[in-house]
């Protein structure tokens, strides 16, 4: 300590005007990359560290020729839909979507064959192809039509046909795909180790060619969905219309992030503003620790830019979290100085400034190191956006700290605070009720802990981590509202792909495939002969058994297969199914500009892979994801027969769950590395095991009551929640380390532990209040988005705050009466 006090001595005190400077010097290197400060809240962003499913998931796009890069439009047209009026009016809303730049195409009950003409069959499928765009056809016929076919339904129309979908299809460039398998091919290499110095070079210039093109590529899809939406406006008078799809979620997520940056980090600042004027009534206690923390917010903007650090919807919360924690520091050192002026009215403002730093650079630098240690220990979670966040927050609260110490007393030399009559008033802070009570009702303050502790674990014991994606966003929302009309009357919202392997040729597969009594192209030869072909008449048989079982999980809507298609044909074919040689024959009897429609997304002969496309039904109650994943590869290896390494189970429902599978373990590890990392700094701290122990208790309740009423309530973990209980006991042992470390310091004066529990409360007792409600009112401002986790954030931290707060000011206090863990003086 005499070599930091001999720093402040020689540099930062007597120098402040340097010191800001240089400060300031560092601040416009951070302004010069603030253009670069980005948000991502893409597929990747959401997904666990080095997730297999993403590949898998864009490998099947790529075979499969499918895509989610498009937008679905729901129409409900306030009159009948099959009318000359209704389909006029449809066509018109088609109309102008298509002529918009970046749409490649449309889909909709228009353009799509109605596959209804008495003529229509097998052999003149080509020809009596009609539509609603280029025939004339009956507005009721082509309704029949559509509820017949059974691709249609569920799908581009509701059951009752009052409700229809446009799908405006947004293809994602080349260029896109280009730069990003490049890139991945440089990171595979580079973390091989086999990189050589200029494929690193090569892999930090794809990286920001990619970024720089992802950028420029959602600019572009923003003002896409900015004129569909101006498009939709102008219809909503004859319908009820909703925008859905993964884009268009993406560009509102990336708002609504955009809406939490600013609306948190301005209403946290006026809050923060109103609040020390509130306590202190001094313009110097307003102004000084509002530029400490926004020098913080100024700082980490600049880095994450010059970084290229994307902020994504998990990590959105940061520049609040910043702003209060930075708060709280400062607030410990106005507390503090305050205190030194009470006690010394006379003192030289520089000699109480010192007394100050010195005596709070210590508890604080604990303080700040265990809160890093919370958000460092997100790290462990094996979820992207909750690695970025506790890196994020742990290089934020290094920097918070070393502002506090270098730029608060550089301000305050220059502009040093003078007495005022709250400082040198001998009124007993309300803070002490704390202690008088803690005294006299001791026994009270340690049976009720215990029957919280108690509550904690049974709520433990209910929590969950199946959610809806869906919950996600308030039912004002747009996406909300779109998703519940996909899911009620179009078949479901989120894509599952189920992909079978077919066989491998065996390894003699004989010469003339004629030579048994079965002929393999009219009659079922079981496993007599091998057609390296899925057109065959027991392979389809098998893919009809997968399709059927499939569609018949309550979790399902929608299921497109091949088995759709041959469906469809069967009813061309005058209703009678397809036998062994027309199967073998499908592929060529099918016009080609159909078979993107009815073949190539759900067979790929080139990799023999069948494909089943399902929609998951989102607002299913009784939906648990890994249940239904289980169930499926559990149906298909032991009922149906598959290999199990020939399943594969792709898309959004996989990634998703994957990372919900992940969060109660994520929890659990964060949680311990926490605790653990805690308990050795006090013991590095306080030197003792019993009060260290002591230290503990307190935060134990506040992590256990957040999780716990979680439970209670029947709210599970999400991207979000799964942070606060390590939060919590970050930021709640702030209160711990201040409040031994007063107590020790006070204890040492007469050796009474009752006289220093009150003198404790009178003192730090009034910073712990003040920073525990500065929290917890700051955080509650984050019921103001549109993205329910972030409203849970907030809500649950501050109710956990109040918690520890509650412990640190009661339970704290009566364990080290009752333990008595101090030596005598």
Not at 365 to 374: G, L, N
Not at 437 to 445: A, I, L, N, P, S
């Amino acid at each position: 300590m005499n070599r930091l006090g001999a720093l402040y001595d020689r540099f930062i005190l007597p120098h402040p005007w340097i010191v800001l400077i240089l400060f300031g010097a560092i601040l416009a290197l951070a302004a010069l990359r603030f253009d670069q400060f980005r948000l991502d809240a893409s597929a990747e962003s959401l997904v666990l560290e080095n997730d297999r499913s993403l590949e898998e998931y864009r490998q099947v796009n790529r075979i499969f020729t499918t895509s989610d890069d498009f937008l679905v439009v729901t129409y409900s047209p306030r009159e009948d839909l099959f009318s000359e009026t209704g389909l006029q009016r449809l066509a018109a809303l088609r109309d102008e979507l298509q002529a918009l730049e970046a749409v490649g195409s449309t889909n909709s009950i228009l353009n799509v064959p109605l596959l209804h003409s008495p003529d229509l069959t097998l052999d003149t499928v080509d020809s009596e192809i009609k539509t609603l765009d280029d025939h004339d056809v009956a507005p009721q016929t082509a309704r029949q039509a559509m509820l017949d076919n059974p691709m249609y339904p569920n799908l581009l129309l509701s059951e009752d046909a009052r409700t229809t979908a446009i799908q405006v299809n947004l293809p994602t460039p080349e260029r896109y795909f280009e730069l990003l398998n490049r890139r991945n091919e440089l990171r595979d290499k580079a973390s091989s180790g086999n990189a050589s110095a200029e494929d690193q070079q090569q892999l930090e210039q794809v990286s920001r060619q990619f970024i720089d093109y992802t950028e420029q590529l959602g600019a572009e899809r923003d003002a896409t969905i900015g004129q569909v939406r101006s498009i939709l406006d102008n219809y909503r008078e004859h319908a009820s219309i909703h925008l859905g799809g993964v884009p268009m979620i993406v560009a509102d997520m990336i708002r609504f992030i955009e809406s939490d940056l600013s609306t948190f980090g301005l209403g946290v600042l006026a809050f923060l503003l109103l609040t020390l004027a509130i306590i202190f009534r001094q313009w110097r206690w307003v102004l000084v620790p509002l530029l400490c923390c926004g020098f913080t917010v100024w700082l980490m903007i600049g880095f994450l830019g010059w970084a290229q650090w994307p902020v994504t919807v998990i990590s959105s919360n940061f520049i609040s979290l910043l702003l209060i924690m930075t708060l709280s520091l400062t607030i410990h050192l106005i507390v503090r100085y305050r205190e030194f002026q009470h006690d010394e009215p006379g003192a030289a403002p520089r000699d109480v400034l010192r007394r100050t730093i010195m005596a709070m650079i210590k508890p604080c630098f604990y303080m700040a190191v265990t809160t890093i240690v919370a958000f460092g220990s997100l790290t462990f979670s094996g979820i992207r956006p909750v690695i970025d966040f506790g890196w994020m927050m742990t290089l934020g609260l290094t920097v918070a700290f070393l502002i506090t110490f270098l730029v608060f007393p550089a301000l305050l030399s220059l502009l040093p605070p003078p007495l005022d009559n709250r400082v040198t008033s001998n009124k007993v802070p309300f803070t002490d009720a704390f202690a008088r009570f803690t005294e006299h009702f001791g026994g009270t303050v340690l049976v009720g802990s215990a029957i919280i502790a108690v509550l904690c674990v049974i709520g433990l014991n209910r929590l969950t981590v199946e959610n809806s994606f869906i919950d996600y966003f308030k039912s004002s929302t747009e996406i909300h509202q779109g998703m519940i009309t996909i899911d009620d009357r179009l078949g479901g919202t989120t894509p599952l792909d189920v992909v079978i392997t077919d066989e491998p040729a065996p390894e003699n597969p004989g010469d003339d495939p004629f030579a048994s009594d079965c002929d393999p192209f009219l009659d079922d030869c079981g496993d007599e002969e091998y057609r390296d072909t899925w057109y065959t008449y027991q392979k389809m048989r098998d893919l009809g058994a997968v399709h059927d079982y499939l569609h018949s999980l309550p979790e399902t809507g929608k299921v497109l297969s091949i088995s759709t298609t041959l469906d469809l044909l069967a009813q061309v074919n005058g209703g009678e199914p397809l036998d062994a040689l027309q199967l073998a024959f499908v592929p060529a009897a099918v016009p080609e500009d159909l078979q993107d429609i009815l073949l190539t997304p759900y067979i790929s002969e080139e990799h023999d892979q069948a494909r089943f496309s399902i929609r998951i039904l989102e607002t299913l109650p009784e939906l648990r994801r890994q249940e239904l994943l289980d169930r499926i590869r559990s149906h298909l290896t032991t009922e149906l027969g598959y290999d199990k390494d020939r399943i594969l189970l792709s898309g959004m429902t996989v990634m998703y769950n994957n990372m919900l599978q992940s969060l109660f373990d994520s929890q659990i590890k964060t949680i311990g590395v926490v605790f653990g990392a805690i308990l050795a700094m006090f013991l590095l701290l306080f030197r003792s095991v019993k009060l260290a122990l002591i230290g503990m208790a307190p935060n134990l309740i506040a992590a256990g009551s957040v999780l716990g009423l979680m439970g209670w309530l029947g709210i599970p973990l999400d991207m979000m929640t799964i942070t606060v209980a390590a939060i919590t006991v970050g930021i709640a042992v702030d209160d711990t380390i201040h409040y031994i470390h007063r107590f020790k310091t006070e204890f040492a004066k007469d050796g009474d532990y009752l006289a220093t529990m009150h003198r404790c409360h009178r003192s730090i007792g009034q910073a712990m209040f003040f920073t525990s409600l500065t929290i917890i009112s700051g955080f509650s401002i984050l019921v103001l988005s549109n993205f329910i986790p972030t409203i849970y954030f907030g809500l649950f931290t501050g109710f956990a705050m109040f918690m520890a707060l509650l412990g640190a000011l009661t339970l704290l206090p009566r364990l080290i009466v009752l333990f008595k863990p101090f030596p005598a003086p």
